[in-house]
């Protein structure tokens, strides 16, 4: 991220097998440019050593035999809850968890969080009966309440105990992206009860069933807004056509394929959402014959018959509703401002963002991105080149 005020992440450790991936998020924070610290409770050390966190993050590891060790003349606890700009702890533990929940300091780790004000963001993992139990849940609901703490979703798969359920760890990009969101957002929620329906992907228009009109686009910067608006407290319901990963955990998830088949959950979804963006790179012509068996190579037409497909987001905008706002996108070459902001005002949008798709860095399957994003009385703000999750923070700022 470009904030270069918030680049300090404290990581706890506490006791569970999926210690082992937090690995690869402190490896990939700091590569990233992140400042690293970690401190291991004493159960975590049962299953990774110290030496491990401190190769990676380049720092020494903190276990609780330190805590008696000043750093600066100061003690340690206090030192490193002032020190971080966000604190993970993962994986977070039931034991943990409870002593979170009532202000209990008899580690290193506990005394750090109370000696800081920062967000703290919070990555459980255990077996599924244990995560289910009522303590546990009453506990988890309890820690949410607090102001400064986040979450990441639990996902569900096979255990390391071999229960397939509930209780699994976010995977290691889920964690760095929600702390990349944090960094830059200071963990604020101004999207809290709002539902955000948003696009992403390309649609695919079939001649026969291996056989289709499509477009380069991966969804990479619809997946951003959606963990974006995620991560800022919003309800997310994300329809996506072609995608170049998983939903993310959190997200209310609606996979499409054709054009149709995203008019017709974008306009099942909108009547509730509070912000739409459409995101998607939707198809404009499809064949206009299909063949439900495929064509012989001998049977293919040499000129292909098109028709159009319906104008998504200009359906959208004919019955949008006063509190709602909707936001498109238009990739371009060339000049990109003119055909955007006359496509904004042609079909009554809010804003718009242009997107060269000709420059690189920029555009379909890109990790980075840049654009103009423009309003309806025609303002321009020029978003410079950075990560597709800082692009979709910068314009979530915007809409807000």
């Keep these: 991220m470009s904030n270069s005020k918030l680049k300090r992440v404290l990581i706890g450790v506490s006791g569970g097998i999926a210690a082992y991936k937090v690995c690869e998020v402190v490896s990939t924070l700091f590569k990233s440019g992140v400042e690293v610290r970690t401190i291991l409770t004493d159960s975590a050390q049962q299953f990774i050593a110290p030496l491990t966190f401190a190769t990676l993050?380049?720092?020494?590891?903190?276990?609780?035999?330190?805590?008696?060790?000043?750093?600066?003349?100061?003690?340690?606890?206090?030192?490193?809850?002032?020190?971080?700009?966000?604190?993970?702890?993962?994986?977070?533990?039931?034991?943990?968890?409870?002593?979170?929940?009532?202000?209990?300091?008899d580690n290193l780790l506990l005394n750090t969080v109370l000696a800081s004000t920062c967000p703290i963001l919070l990555a459980p993992a255990m077996n599924t009966d244990m995560w289910e139990q009522q303590t546990v849940q009453q506990n988890w609901q309890n820690i949410l309440t607090f102001g400064r703490f986040h979450d990441t979703k639990t996902a569900e798969g096979l255990l390391a105990c071999d229960r397939v359920g509930a209780g699994r760890m976010a995977e290691p990009q889920e964690i760095v992206t929600h702390v990349q969101s944090l960094l830059k957002t200071g963990g604020k929620r101004d999207f809290t009860a709002k539902k955000v329906l948003i696009s992403a992907g390309g649609t695919r228009e079939y001649l026969d069933p291996v056989r289709f009109i499509g477009n380069p686009a991966t969804g990479k910067m619809g997946l951003s807004l959606a963990q974006a608006a995620l991560h800022r407290g919003a309800d997310v319901t994300l329809v996506c056509g072609a995608v170049s990963w998983g939903i993310p955990l959190g997200v209310r998830g609606i996979k499409v394929e054709t054009s149709e088949q995203m008019r017709s959950q974008m306009l099942q979804y909108y009547g509730d959402a509070d912000?739409?963006?459409?995101?998607?790179?939707?198809?404009?012509?499809?064949?206009?014959?299909?063949?439900?068996?495929?064509?012989?190579?001998?049977?293919?037409?040499?000129?292909?018959?098109?028709?159009?497909?319906?104008?998504?987001?200009?359906?959208?905008?004919?019955?949008?509703?006063?509190?709602?706002?909707?936001?498109?996108?238009?990739?371009?070459?060339?000049?990109?401002?003119?055909?955007?902001?006359?496509?904004?005002?042609?079909?009554?949008?809010?804003?718009?963002?242009?997107?060269?798709?000709?420059?690189?860095?920029?555009?379909?399957?890109?990790?980075?991105?840049?654009?103009?994003?423009?309003?309806?009385?025609?303002?321009?703000?020029?978003?410079?080149?950075?990560?597709?999750?800082?692009?979709?923070?910068?314009?979530?700022?915007?809409?807000?």
């Design 57 to 105: 993050s380049r720092h020494p590891a903190y276990t609780d035999e330190n805590f008696w060790q000043p750093i600066n003349s100061r003690p340690l606890h206090i030192e490193l809850g002032e020190w971080a700009d966000i604190i993970l702890i993962a994986p977070l533990t039931a034991n943990t968890l409870a002593k979170l929940v009532y202000g209990m300091a």
């Design 275 to 400: 912000v739409i963006i459409m995101s998607a790179a939707v198809a404009d012509v499809k064949p206009r014959e299909y063949s439900v068996e495929k064509l012989p190579k001998k049977a293919l037409p040499e000129a292909l018959a098109l028709e159009s497909v319906g104008d998504i987001i200009a359906e959208l905008a004919s019955c949008k509703q006063q509190h709602q706002k909707l936001i498109g996108f238009a990739a371009q070459t060339g000049d990109i401002v003119t055909p955007a902001y006359e496509k904004l005002q042609r079909k009554n949008l809010d804003a718009i963002v242009a997107n060269p798709i000709d420059q690189i860095g920029s555009g379909f399957g890109s990790d980075t991105n840049k654009a103009i994003y423009i309003d309806k009385q025609g303002k321009e703000v020029e978003i410079p080149m950075c990560s597709k999750l800082e692009m979709a923070h910068r314009i979530l700022d915007l809409v807000a």
